[in-house]
């Protein structure tokens, strides 16, 4: 992988590991909110709420626009399902070594002693 695409991959990952940062993208995959509508659901202040929107827009998870004086975030499904498929390919590694292990352990049972 390159360096850019390690980046964009390291943002994205850390933007996910704080789970009130994956309860505001599973808020604006359902529907658009104002960022002052998300800050309404946690006991938190607005400043913080806006930090938190801020890392998800800049790993490419949310998006916002502007709506008169309103910032309203919408999460980007292809965004999630990116972090998916590199879920998925890191689990394929991990059962392609598994099923490695299987077969050297096999042949270790087939040896004679």
């Not at 995959?29 to 938190?44: R, T």
Request: no cysteine; proline share 1%.
């Amino acid at each position: 992988m390159d360096a850019a695409l390690e980046d964009r991959t390291d943002a994205l990952f850390r933007a996910l590991a704080d789970r009130t940062r994956r309860d505001i993208l599973r808020r604006s995959l359902v529907q658009e909110y104002s960022v002052s509508a998300l800050a309404s659901f946690y006991n938190m202040s607005f400043a913080a709420v806006q930090k938190h929107v801020a890392v998800l827009e800049n790993a490419g998870l949310l998006v916002k626009r502007r709506r008169g004086r309103e910032a309203l975030a919408h999460g980007r499904v292809e965004a999630v399902r990116s972090a998916a498929m590199l879920l998925d390919e890191l689990e394929e590694l991990w059962r392609g070594r598994v099923a490695r292990i299987d077969d050297l352990l096999a042949q270790d049972d087939n040896t004679p002693s």
